[in-house]
């Protein structure tokens, strides 16, 4: 599985260009808690970040295994190319809120 890990990008917001957020990569699972946390604390802003359910989509799996010592631990996060396993929300939030 090859990702495309790149810099931030420009969120439109009414047409406008609002500011540079970063590129945010979930990977989860149906019935994880930790998962369902993160979701509902990023609800407003969670379609500014690519989602991928590592249940339908075994590449996924075997990345979030790759960063997490063989595990399939969820959430697992990507943020700007940096795994991050079960994030604090509030981290993600400002990614994706360029906060």
């Not at 810099?7 to 917001?13: E, F, K, L, Q, W």
């Not at 249940?55 to 697992?76: H, L, M």
Request: charged share 20%.
């Amino acid at each position: 599985m090859q990702l495309q890990l790149s810099g931030g990008r420009n969120v439109r917001r009414g047409g406008l260009v609002d500011h540079l957020v970063s590129d945010v990569t979930i990977y989860w699972r149906p019935g994880c808690g930790f998962c369902a946390k993160l979701e509902d604390t990023i609800s407003a802003v969670r379609d500014n970040a690519t989602w991928h359910n590592i249940w339908q989509d075994e590449d996924a799996a075997a990345f979030v295994r790759s960063v997490n010592n063989g595990n399939e631990i969820v959430p697992t996060v990507v943020i700007d190319g940096q795994a991050h396993t079960n994030p604090e929300p509030a981290l993600v939030l400002a990614a994706l809120t360029g906060d």
